[in-house]
């Protein structure tokens, strides 16, 4: 089992008929105890990608134009291209395990405390889980502007004078 921390983009440059042009590759999982990037041929032959191998090589075409190519090397693969390395840090929004339940309620817009855990707990997503209870400011003032009553929603806000 491979156990991958995230998904994303990575931009590479992409050796073609040989000159390194620019490219990127979506949904690259992350893999932190990886010696290796790894390459789903699966995943490629969904974006229109046709892999051909050969003995000691294997080509990338999409419409019949080669996209990339790679030789065989230490019982593998090895694709003809390099990451690109962001010349500053790039911010990275991910889950840990110290965020709190309120974090993850103000998140995804108030929604009730007990359905954030639920949908947290389907995603396998663990965090810090206190109990339950407990006010939260931004929705004791969303609800302090207006109320529904039998005559329809009424905006306190309009009848203060």
Known sequence: MILACRSGCVNVKILVEGKWCPGYLE????????????F????????????????????LQRDGQLVTSGGWMTDTYAMDRHVVVPREPVEVNS???????????????HQDKCYVRKILERMEINISMPEIGGFCDGCVLGKHIGSLSLHGWIDHRSSVS
């Open 40 to 59: 789903s041929v699966r995943s490629a032959t969904g974006h229109r990608i046709s892999v051909i191998i050969k003995r000691q090589r294997v080509l």
């Open 95 to 109: 889950a840990t395990t110290s965020e709190t339940l309120q974090l993850w309620h103000e998140h995804l817009g």
């Open 27 to 38: 949904d690259v999982w992350y893999i932190p105890d990886n010696g290796r990037h790894l």
